[in-house]
């Protein structure tokens, strides 16, 4: 079973970058999709963004598109979420997740995803 927790959050301006880590328990991490949610109070948990073992990716298009990249570093058991152009509505407690499988696909419902981090807090603000 692997764990993952998340760091990298805190207060940024509007317009700016800040990139968020996840660093899984042992290297089996780096055969799981990992995929980042993102919350604020009284809402569900909000896709943002996926990768999978190989490498492919997906974005919630509507919301980062464009602004946030994924990517993962096998040798540090890492998967980093890079934000950039950051407006006030990315702010939101962000999760990592890895899903319940391993070498599978990249998905977008937090049901496919088993082992979460207590999450980092992202505040975007003048």
């Known amino acids: 079973q692997v764990q993952v927790a998340e760091s990298g959050g805190g207060l940024v301006q509007p317009g700016g970058s800040l990139r968020l880590s996840c660093k899984g328990s042992?290297?089996?991490?780096?055969?799981?999709?990992v995929a980042w949610f993102r919350q604020t109070p009284g809402q569900e948990r909000a896709f943002v963004a996926a990768?999978?073992?190989?490498?492919?990716?997906?974005y919630d298009e509507d919301s980062v598109k464009g602004r946030f990249i994924v990517s993962r570093v096998n040798a540090e058991n890492t998967v980093h979420l890079q934000m950039n152009s950051l407006k006030s509505e990315d702010t939101a407690d962000y999760y990592c997740?890895?899903?319940?499988?391993?070498?599978?696909?990249?998905?977008?419902?937090?049901?496919?995803?088993?082992?979460w981090g207590q999450g980092t807090q992202v505040t975007v603000s003048s």
């Open positions: 997740t890895a899903a319940g499988i391993q070498f599978g696909r990249l998905e977008m419902s937090p049901r496919e995803y088993h082992y």
């Open positions: 042992d290297d089996t991490f780096n055969k799981y999709t």
């Open positions: 990768i999978n073992w190989r490498g492919d990716t997906t």
